[in-house]
């Protein structure tokens, strides 16, 4: 078998083979990544657990059975406040928080 050595210098066939290589190896992690992103799109999926659910409705009665704000009382709570006529009645109070408590526990 004899060896053609006279092509030495010539590198053109050499790049020539190695971009086609190249070339092939990219269309085929092109291919294979678009398979891959398909067979994912197909497995999404997206469901809502019954706690989810029953989280929604008592988000909405809660919403929906809030008292609204009365504007006019917050001003004139505020304005008591403010000036150091808003008295507060410490038995009162500690009745509220005990009886908070109590309604939590």
Request: aromatic residues 2%; hydrophobic residues 35%.
């Amino acid at each position: 078998m004899a060896i053609n050595i006279n092509n030495l210098s010539n590198t053109n066939q050499v790049k020539q083979k190695l971009d086609q290589q190249i070339q092939t190896k990219q269309q085929v992690n092109e291919n294979a990544n678009t398979s891959q992103q398909a067979k994912l799109a197909t497995r999404d999926s997206v469901s809502i657990t019954p706690q989810a659910k029953q989280m929604n409705e008592l988000q909405k009665k809660a919403a929906d059975s809030s008292p609204a704000l009365n504007q006019k009382k917050i001003d004139e709570l505020k304005s008591a406040i403010t000036s150091g006529d808003y008295k507060i009645n410490p038995e009162k109070l500690a009745a509220s928080i005990a009886n908070f408590e109590f309604e939590l526990g």
